[in-house]
């Protein structure tokens, strides 16, 4: 048992899916729990952190972080990590680029409050009281730890030495993972594991995309029936394909749904949004409006579209303070 | 002198809260606090997107129940545009709905509180989990859990792409048609699936009922809390997990109220205690009148035993058998066991199991009839369900062009917050005397709310933040004297 590459689990401000992505080995898990020694995994295993901290600096081979960073404890956590992992995975889309999460950086951490605690129409609350750091009940002294108001992502916080990404990574790419870890096999510092490609190069649609694509009309998915093999843009849907990393396996547009970049920006783009956007402006004609500037005007909520799982890792950074983004 | 204890992890649920106990001068529970220490924005990031993403982005308020908020999602999308599905994309609907609730259900089950059970409350921690579970059962039976669990998740990647976030889900439809080939596939699964369902309770026959210890802890007075209970019901008033009205029974069985959940606003409450990020649902019309049960109490729970309390049976054959055993075991209805949580679910898991097969076998299955592409935006939609830890709301309001301009969200462990809050802190002065308190003995107070199988990155579906789920246990002055 000592003998065994020792591995940590961990999650920050996440949904858990990122572990389910890790059962969904299916049996495979079960090989990997006799190949390593799973030290921390709080969904499924019942050690405690003092566990975590009663090893020596690097004694983990490997530290897996899931999950956006958002307050003082989820900081100190992956820095906990950091200490005792030889190298540290930011694993799904969340610990790469802030994910969906990530989206809260358009709004205020006060406005989000007023509504939660003030003005949400089920809230009973006469006497207006907001969640404290601090509160004494019965003479008792409770606290809550405070949020940054922002959202980080993980190498925002701790050095990251790979990355996988996906909401959430799928099973391929999480065993791929492990076995590079095992066998010692690995890309260069900073790598990310997955596929080089764009979705557009590996989408099964790609057959029926012209040279040059040029949106006349900006249509919803509901509004639609769309064809199941025609790709997207060319129906005027918006899939963010050509400016994604391939490796999902397509499983949205295996659903006729178009892309949402979870995989984050293709290798060699920083900043997945504005790299959607302005190639996205490239590819609109006037058709209806006669002007593409009116025409990139009629698709509603573009920063939703392509900053879905990229905003905290964007040139963006801090949120804005008016409405609506 | 006065003291507390603290738990840090609180392990084997999804997300992150943590557990204070203060004693007195004599070393018994005084109090205890079960504490939600994370927000996160959906409500508000999500204003000003198109409501259709909300089927795309609600999904991550949860990878363990994603299913859930993704077919809330749908069905809120459906009220908003005045949409039905057609008959062809209800049953594609309710079978993704019955496989996501079956997978859940087991994953609960087996990874997280079977250890208790199976492996035992007293086993080594570093035993008392799914692995140790296996050792203890035979790996064939695990690799069957694990199997049970790929197969249905497999129906859910087929009709909704991936199964930890499905993506498609569109108002009056489903994204894609079922063939007749894969017909065959599902129809195995769900026959395989309830065959399973019947092994399991079989387990827990033989592990709890057939353990003396096991069963006086299920039966104990340590376990019992006397609420009022919610859930979805069906026009014959049997449980249902897609749609139906909400039910809701007081703590002696009788019906209090049953309305349609566009009306949740007029029954559900939120209360704001300062202490904690988690809103604090009770009965309106009641009032909150503090975390207290018994006469006048405004205190209601959700999820599986809450759905069998509150329904007139089970809506499939053989898990009626086991809906008339568990009362009569439990010594009628409703039963208040918090334990007992876990038989009930495995009951729901059979009954999803049986539905499955009934849907695996409709010839409507397989129509190519799945979009109603009738849409009238109505600015207002609410999308409810039964999920697997209790009845879901989502309530949308948009502008003319559908963009939203309103979320309201109410999830299962919300619902659940304050019994959960009331079972822990009865468990803690059942199980905790002093500071020299036995691992295993907290590891009882984390059963109380393991049973729930609270799902804190739900219910906290407004800011991100986590900290992870600990048990402080604090002496009078508050300071912390054990943590584990």
């Known amino acids: ?325 | 002198m006065s003291k507390k204890i603290t738990i840090n992890p609180i392990t084997r649920l999804e997300g992150h809260g943590k557990i204070e106990i203060f004693l007195d001068d004599d070393g018994k529970v005084e109090d205890a606090f079960w504490q939600v220490v994370e927000l996160r924005g959906f409500e508000r990031f999500c204003l000003g997107r198109p409501a259709e993403e909300m089927t795309r982005i609600a999904p991550n308020i949860c990878g363990v129940c994603p299913s859930a908020h993704h077919m809330a999602a749908t069905k809120a999308l459906d009220g908003l545009y005045g949409v039905d599905p057609t008959p062809t994309a209800k049953l594609i609907r309710q079978l993704e709905y019955n496989a996501f609730v079956i997978e859940d259900h087991y994953i609960h089950f087996f990874f997280l509180a079977a250890p208790d059970f199976v492996v035992g409350p007293d086993a080594h921690p570093a035993a008392r989990n799914i692995l140790g579970l296996i050792d203890k059962v035979g790996k064939e039976t695990g690799l069957k859990v694990i199997e049970v669990r790929k197969r249905n998740r497999e129906i859910i990647k087929y009709i909704f792409g991936k199964a930890a976030h499905p993506e498609g889900g569109l108002p009056g439809g489903v994204p894609g048609r079922i063939t007749e080939e894969a017909r065959k596939w599902i129809r195995e699964t769900a026959d395989f699936t309830v065959e399973f369902a019947r092994f399991a309770l079989q387990l827990f026959r033989d592990t709890v009922l057939g353990n003396k210890e096991y069963l006086e802890m299920v039966q104990s007075e340590a376990y019992k809390l006397k609420t009022y209970y919610m859930a979805l019901v069906d026009e014959n008033k049997k449980v249902t997990f897609y749609d139906g009205k909400v039910r809701v029974v007081d703590p002696e069985g009788n019906q209090y109220a049953l309305f349609d959940p566009q009306d949740y606003t007029e029954h559900i409450g939120e209360w704001v205690e300062p202490w904690t990020y988690v809103k604090l649902t009770h009965l309106r019309k009641i009032g909150w009148k503090g975390l207290m049960v018994g006469d006048g109490t405004s205190l209601y729970r959700v999820g599986p035993l809450a759905r069998l309390n509150v329904a007139e049976g089970m809506a499939t054959p053989l898990a009626q058998e086991a809906y008339e055993e568990m009362f009569e075991t439990l010594g009628g209805k409703p039963a208040h066991h918090t334990l007992a949580m876990n038989w009930a679910r495995l009951i729901c898991a059979l009954q999803a199991a049986e539905h499955n097969q009934i849907i695996a076998a409709d010839p409507f299955l397989t129509s190519k009839d799945i979009r109603n592409m009738d849409l009238r935006l109505r600015r207002e939609g609410v999308g409810c369900v039964e999920a697997p830890r209790g009845t879901l709301f989502h309530h949308y309001k948009t502008d003319r062009n559908g963009i939203l301009t309103m979320v309201n969200l109410i999830v299962a462990t919300q619902h659940n917050a304050a019994p959960i809050c009331l079972s822990v802190k009865q468990a803690a002065q059942e199980f905790v005397r002093g500071t020299d308190v036995k691992e295993g003995f907290l590891n009882r107070v984390e059963m109380a709310f393991r049973a729930y199988d609270p799902c804190l990155a739900c219910a906290t579906h407004a800011l991100p933040g986590t900290i992870p789920f600990s048990i402080n246990i604090r002496d009078k002055e508050g300071k912390i004297i054990r943590k584990l």
């Open chain 1, 1 to 325: 048992m000592a003998d065994k590459p020792k591995i940590a689990l961990c999650w920050l401000a996440s949904c858990a899916g990122c572990d389910e992505a890790v059962v969904d080995l299916n049996d495979a898990i079960l090989q990997v729990a006799e190949a390593v020694d799973i030290v921390l995994w709080p969904i499924a295993l019942d050690f405690k952190y003092d566990h975590l901290e009663s090893f020596g600096d690097k004694e983990l081979a490997l530290g897996i972080l899931h999950g956006a960073v958002r307050n003082s404890e989820q900081e100190e956590i992956a820095k906990l990590m950091r200490a005792k992992s030889k190298l540290i995975l930011a694993f799904g889309s969340c610990a790469c680029f802030g994910g969906t999460v990530g989206l809260a950086n358009f709004r205020t951490r006060e406005d989000i409050f007023n509504w939660v605690y003030r003005d949400a129409p089920t809230v009973v609350n006469p006497e207006g009281r907001f969640p404290q750091p601090e509160t004494r009940v019965d003479g008792k002294t409770l606290t809550l730890p405070e949020f940054y108001d922002h959202v980080y992502t993980l190498d925002q916080v701790i050095d990251v030495d790979y990355y996988l990404p996906g909401c959430p990574p799928p099973p391929d790419l999480v065993l791929n993972a492990v076995n590079a870890v095992a066998s010692g096999n690995l890309p260069p510092k900073g790598s990310t594991l997955a596929p080089r490609a764009a979705l557009c190069d590996t989408c099964p649609r790609n057959k029926t995309k012209p040279e040059r694509i040029e949106i006349t009309t900006v249509k919803r998915i509901h509004e639609v029936e769309a064809d199941p093999e025609t790709c997207f843009l060319v129906q005027g849907i918006i899939c963010l394909g050509f400016a994604t990393r391939s490796g999902c396996g397509e499983t949205c547009i295996g659903v006729n749904t178009p892309c949402r970049g979870c995989f984050g920006p293709v290798p060699g783009v920083t900043d997945a949004g504005t790299k959607a956007l302005s190639a996205l402006s490239c590819l609109v004609k006037g058709g209806q409006y006669g002007d593409p500037k009116k025409l990139m005007e009629s698709i509603d909520d573009p920063a939703g579209y392509c900053y879905r799982f990229s905003q905290p890792s964007s040139i963006l950074g801090r949120k804005s303070r008016g409405e609506n983004v």
